[in-house]
């Protein structure tokens, strides 16, 4: 299996590459939230207590395949979701 993906102009991106903007997607996510509302929260439920986590509404794993590698480091792809919430939407592969 090859360790480059592409986006949706064929750009080709190596894997720790794809990490590596993700988690700087992610961190952007938070401190928008935080910057706009004064805290971190459960975008789905409100939950602003406990572990959040940042959640893809188009899995990097859908995003590889489709060869839209780009969506994976989209800040507007990613929700921040309490475990419980990121969860429920693993177990049932929704795309809320």
């Known amino acids: 299996m ?3 993906y592409y986006t949706s102009d064929g750009m080709g991106v190596s894997k720790p590459a794809i990490d590596q903007r993700i988690r700087r997607a992610k961190e952007t996510k938070l401190e928008q939230q ?3 509302e004064g805290f971190n929260f459960c975008e789905q439920c409100g939950l ?3 572990r ?6 188009i899995s990097v794993d859908e ?3 489709t060869r839209r590698v780009e969506l994976a480091w989209d800040v507007e792809n990613i929700k921040v979701k309490c475990r419980n919430c990121h969860q429920i939407q693993d177990k049932l592969n929704l795309n809320p």
């Open 2 to 4: 090859s360790n480059k």
């Open 34 to 36: 935080r910057t706009d």
């Open 48 to 50: 602003a207590t406990g």
């Open 52 to 57: 959040l986590d940042c959640a893809h509404t």
């Open 63 to 65: 995003c590889q395949k």
